[in-house]
């Protein structure tokens, strides 16, 4: 149907919600049915040729799909779930969306209007519920506002600094009628910089012996990664990427001076610290990137500081900037390109040095045990396709993915940067759906896959042919560390007895894999991708290997050598 296809005929709410749905281009949505949205479906059931709908397990992973989704195409990820259990099961992909500045539209379905506030079953006021978690959370309850303020969920979604919307429907106000015309498809706006903050930024640079540039956040496509990756190199500028925003930058290239965020070199953190000017576009420069807020200096920055950001509201927000730019990251990148070269000169052994750091990084020490996950890494490094999606959850496995992997093009890595487990399987899910020709690895750690290890169901129903790594330690590492810097030998909570992974994802149909030694990997994974279905490997990795660099046991004596010193 065509945006200019004004139906003007007695149609229900759910009918006209879908083919708004469809009009603004939404080809997916990921959902756990419910009664009281039963109109909505049954307004899918009749756009099924143009809107695919994804049944999942649980509503946390429709919402991570959802989010995934939306930080794969840029546009809005799109999730239906019922009231109360719905929703609040659904509640961490809207955080992660919040966090992330992911464009995401959630649709939630809403006790009858002639019931509210009598606490009616699963009733919740979801404008209270998502207050803080959603860029915006509305209840449509005139079936004739559909249009407008479905329209301006969209617009809200994508524009300014991109987030999640939350559209509460009460289930009378989607079996109404109604005779109102649609709106078009929504449009997302860019914003450049002026010719007087390009001359500023331009003089800034000028006057720079020690420059870093800060790429990260959202609302990046592959021309504006592009754009700014032939300024940078242009000018020989080094260029870090922000936690969980490494495919922002080609991580191979002369100038690239690494990630900030969990990982980061201890040497990168001081060069940052040291910099005479930071150009940082679409970053936030939250606490997991600034070493918990100690990299800039707060409020006033010790070095200046460039900040373009798609939020005005961002500007000034933590650090007092130097030159603020409110621009959109494909506008701004354009405009990057379109400037002069600088000689760059001044910083050329300063831009050397930092990207020799990174090289030096990325080299790996053994690990106590039968598997160098540090081996496996250079092995996904050297033989996996360039534009291979990697999706992480949280634990400290992902300090081999973050440390070890070089990401060469834009989205190629898919994590949430609130830290969230359980993110890994779904978002590889949504990935796989969203582009089947690339190769896509999850991610996980024997903790984070049990939070949505049931959507391995999901990935065997449409055949997204994933690949999951189960790093399994039997632990919650993370925490399990924390525990022992601080209350040396007392494990409390941490532990876990764990399934057979392999054969758990063998009676989901999967094909399974065991790794025990590090030369099993390369052919447990060829025989994963030519098994033509979605495979699971659990790799089983020592307990003293707890991070890339240090043993449990040596943390522990650490701990308690301070203890007594
Ligand atoms: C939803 C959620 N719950 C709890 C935490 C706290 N947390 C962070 S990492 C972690 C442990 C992760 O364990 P695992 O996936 O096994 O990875 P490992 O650290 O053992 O490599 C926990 C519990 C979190 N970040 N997110
Ligand atoms: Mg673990």
Request: charged fraction near 20%; proline fraction near 5%.
């Amino acid at each position: 149907m065509s945006a200019m296809n004004h139906k003007n005929n007695h149609r229900t709410g759910g009918e006209i919600l879908i083919d708004a749905l469809r009009i603004n281009g939404v080809d997916r949505a990921f959902c756990v049915p419910g009664e009281s949205y039963l109109a909505a479906l049954d307004a899918l059931h009749d756009a099924k040729e143009e809107i695919e709908l994804i049944v999942c397990r649980q509503e946390g992973g429709a919402t991570y799909m959802a989010e995934a989704y939306g930080k794969l195409t840029g546009k809005p990820g799109i999730a239906f779930v019922t009231r109360g259990p719905g929703a609040t099961n659904a509640s961490v992909g809207v955080h992660t969306a919040f966090q992330d500045s992911t464009p995401m539209i959630l649709f939630i379905g809403q006790v009858a209007s002639d019931q509210v506030e009598r606490e009616a079953f699963q009733e919740v006021d979801y404008r209270r519920m998502f207050g803080q978690m959603a860029k915006w959370v509305v209840q449509i309850d005139d079936v004739a506002r559909i249009p407008e303020l479905v329209s301006q969920a969209f617009h809200r979604a994508v524009n300014g600094r991109p987030g999640p919307v939350v559209v509460a429907l009460p289930e009378d106000m989607l079996t109404a009628h109604a005779s109102v015309s649609d709106v078009p498809a929504h449009k997302k706006v860019e914003i450049s910089a002026g010719a007087e903050q390009l001359q500023e930024l331009t003089d800034l640079l000028k006057q720079a012996e020690r420059p870093v540039v800060m790429l990260g956040g959202s609302g990046w496509n592959k021309q504006a990664v592009a754009d700014v990756e032939s300024f940078c190199a242009a000018n020989n500028l080094p260029v870090t990427t922000s936690f969980r925003c490494q495919d922002l930058y080609n991580n191979a290239l002369a100038n690239y001076a690494g990630e900030l965020g969990t990982s980061a070199s201890p040497k990168l953190l001081q060069s940052v610290k040291n910099s005479d000017l930071l150009l940082v576009i679409g970053a936030r420069i939250g606490e997991m990137t600034s070493a918990g807020y100690t990299m800039v200096n707060i409020p006033v920055p010790n070095q200046k500081l460039i900040h373009v950001h798609s939020g005005a509201e961002e500007l000034g927000r933590v650090y007092y900037p130097t030159l603020p730019i409110n621009a959109t990251m494909a506008a701004f990148a354009k405009q990057l390109r379109g400037l002069a070269k600088i000689s760059s000169d001044k910083w050329a052994s300063w831009t050397a040095e930092l990207n020799k750091n990174y090289n030096d990084n990325l080299q790996h020490a053994p690990i106590p045990g039968n598997v160098q996950m540090g081996e496996i890494m250079q092995w996904m490094r050297a033989n996996l396709p360039e534009d291979t999606i990697m999706t992480t959850g949280a634990g400290n496995y992902t300090a081999w993915p973050h440390r070890f992997y070089q990401y060469k093009t834009f989205r190629t890595q898919l994590g949430a940067t609130n830290g969230s487990m359980g993110y890994g399987v779904p978002a590889a899910i949504a990935a796989k759906l969203t582009d089947r020709d690339r190769t896509v690895i999850a991610f996980a750690g024997d903790g984070c896959f049990m939070m949505n290890g049931q959507e391995l169901a999901t990935a065997m129903q449409y055949d997204a042919r994933v690949v999951f790594i189960v790093v399994n330690n039997g632990m919650y590492g993370t925490i399990r560390m924390h525990q022992e810097r601080t209350y040396p030998g007392r494990v409390s909570g941490t532990a876990l007895a764990n399934p057979d992974f392999a054969a758990l994802a063998q009676a989901y149909g999967l094909h399974g894999e065991v790794v025990e030694n590090t030369g099993e990997f390369a052919p447990a994974f060829e025989r994963s991708v030519a098994s033509g279905k979605p495979a699971l490997i659990e790799i089983r990795i020592d307990q003293e290997a707890i991070t890339p660099k240090m043993t449990l046991s040596a943390m522990r004596e650490q701990a308690l050598a301070a203890q007594k010193g």
